[in-house]
């Protein structure tokens, strides 16, 4: 060093980042993962959902029910000839079935006649008082209400059911 060179400044300090802004990026950063989270999460729920729908399908399918009809709400008025599976939030049967009917949905009510089983998987299945059924029905649902006539064996595994069993 040379002794008549100026001394050097002191070096400066290190600038750093105001708390608030420290705490923003820390927040982002989190938002970020948590979304990245809920995005892996639902698609692996879809997944799964698609998997069990394919899987009721192809056992309906095994069962004789070569018809499928689909959609968000299904209102079928007209007469049902061959086995068909009713996939849906909402199905509303009006129309008479002379075969089986298997209905896969969140909410179900049967208005008409079915001359053979009813299989029904799903929350809510309401069978109206106009509606009867010649050969019972196998029912999965966390509720069932029977104001209608079913003749034949109830099958039966419900949380919560009313009406009339049978008969």
Known sequence: MDPKAPPSPPPEPKK???GAA???IGCGITALILAAALTVAIVAGVRIARKQLASLTAEYREMGFDET???QKLTVRKEITEKTLLL????????DCSTDLAIVAQV???H?????KLFFKGQVLRVMPTASIKDGADIVAQSFVNEGNIEGEISERTQQSSGLPAN
Request: net charge neutral.
């Open 16 to 18: 750093s980042l105001p």
């Open 22 to 24: 420290k705490l923003g």
């Open 69 to 71: 009809v689909r959609g």
């Open 88 to 95: 849906g939030q909402l199905v509303q049967v009006y129309g």
């Open 108 to 110: 179900a009510e049967v």
């Open 112 to 116: 008409g006649s079915i001359d053979g």
